[in-house]
Nanobody, 127 residues
Framework: QLQLAESGGDLVQPGGSLRLSCVASRFTSNYYYMIGWFRQAPGKEREGVSCISATGGNSNYADSVKGRFTISRDNIKNTVYLQMNSLNPEDTAVYYC???????????????????WGQGTQVTVSS
């Protein structure tokens, strides 16, 4: 079992930056966990933003954020980060982190079913 908590959401101006954090109750367990960031705006379908493998060696990004967002993880601190740069109003959404227990520590995907979810943190990009 994992407990996830996101933080760092805020109101920022277009072109600004924000770093989201996702703290997990435990990463140092008998399981490997890939971590994904998702977002959902009102009236829109949930979108996979990024994911990172258990080792931190592999990551993926949605086309809409590639080149602007960077995912990373610190397994000692049990924390995954999402650095968001060059934000625009289309990035406005509730951002969720999620964990998926996997056998391989070397891959990730936002397409699979995730087992654990945080409560979300609001990101608003507006002037």
């Amino acid at each position: 079992q994992l407990q996830l908590a996101e933080s760092g959401g805020d109101l920022v101006q277009p072109g600004g930056s924000l770093r989201l954090s996702c703290v997990a109750s435990r990463f140092t367990s008998n399981y490997y966990y890939m971590i994904g960031w998702f977002r959902q705006a009102p009236g829109k379908e949930r979108e996979g933003v990024s994911c990172i493998s258990a080792t931190g060696g592999n990551s993926n990004y949605a086309d809409s954020v590639k080149g602007r967002f960077t995912i990373s993880r610190d397994n000692i601190k049990n924390t995954v980060y999402l650095q968001m740069n060059s934000l625009n109003p289309e990035d406005t959404a509730v951002y969720y982190c999620a964990a998926r227990s996997v056998r391989s520590p070397f891959w990730c995907s936002t397409a699979g079913e995730y087992d654990y979810w945080g409560q979300g943190t609001q990101v608003t990009v507006s002037s």
